[in-house]
């Protein structure tokens, strides 16, 4: 038996930020890949990438198509585009399985060949156990559904729906990694049986994107806790649900900026550092 569901809250994230101090670099403070976005889906790549830089790492490196690039450095124009040393890898947001091109899948593989910690999004879901470094993934009930059916594993998406907490529990058993499975209630189990709740503060954040800008505040706070997760990779699951918590923290404020208004994908991201920065001064 794991641990009882523990709700994940504002002093446990707080503990899992950091600020940059007097000897720090940019390479110190982490260095962030980002395999993510497609013509298709060029948006995911930008979203993730402007959470991440707000998020706070010392350098998101992106790689991805021509025409996504332009798009990502429009908005963020700090980001590299060429490749060098990462310290963590967020892959998959905007991107189609069935539709990866060659170079693609040569970007992957090298990716995961590198042994640095994982976030698997949306279209790399797939490549769950296709390598040893620390991973966590990042679905959706849907999404969670349809990988474990892949692995043999009988289930539907109302099942996952109806039992969310057992179901993120069960793929994290059988996969062998860390599971942040999406939703009102967020769940993030680990193989161990570390088991954490992030319940979100406003429904604004059911819409399009939202998960790709948490997928980037993860992968950010992946790369910032390098040092930490190569003595012990079971940090994992703590960074997830302080993600999980900054993202629904970031909509909350963004939405009361506009007396409980509606909130886009960005102005999320937007919010994000105000959210960093009220944890920092705890
Ligand atoms: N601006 C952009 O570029 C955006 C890109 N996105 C990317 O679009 C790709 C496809 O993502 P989607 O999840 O939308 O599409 P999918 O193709 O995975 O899912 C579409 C189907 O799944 C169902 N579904 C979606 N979310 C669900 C949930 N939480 N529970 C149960 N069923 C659910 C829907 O009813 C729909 O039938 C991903 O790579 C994602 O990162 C999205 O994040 C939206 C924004
Ligand atoms: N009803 C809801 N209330 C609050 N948060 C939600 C609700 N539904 C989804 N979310 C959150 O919104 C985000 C949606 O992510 P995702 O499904 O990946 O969308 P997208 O692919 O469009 O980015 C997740 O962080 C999820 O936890």
Redesign the pocket.
Known sequence: MGEPWQEWTVDDAAGWVRAPHAGDDKYSRGVLGMITGSPDYPGAAVLGVDAATRTGVGMVRYIGPRGVRAAVLLRRPETVTVSGRVQAWLIGSGIDPGRRSFMLQGDLQHALASRVPVVLD?GALDLVGTHTAPTVITP?ARELANLLVTREVEVTVAEVRADPGGWADRAARELGVAVLL???V?HIADPDGDRYTVT?DT?W??S?????V?GGILGALVATHHEELALNAEVLTRLAATAAWI?SEAARRASAAVDGGPVAALDIAEAVPQVIGGLLQR
């Open positions: 949306a959706h999406k939703g009102a967020t979100a429904h954040l059911a399009a994107g939202t998960g790709d948490l993202h």
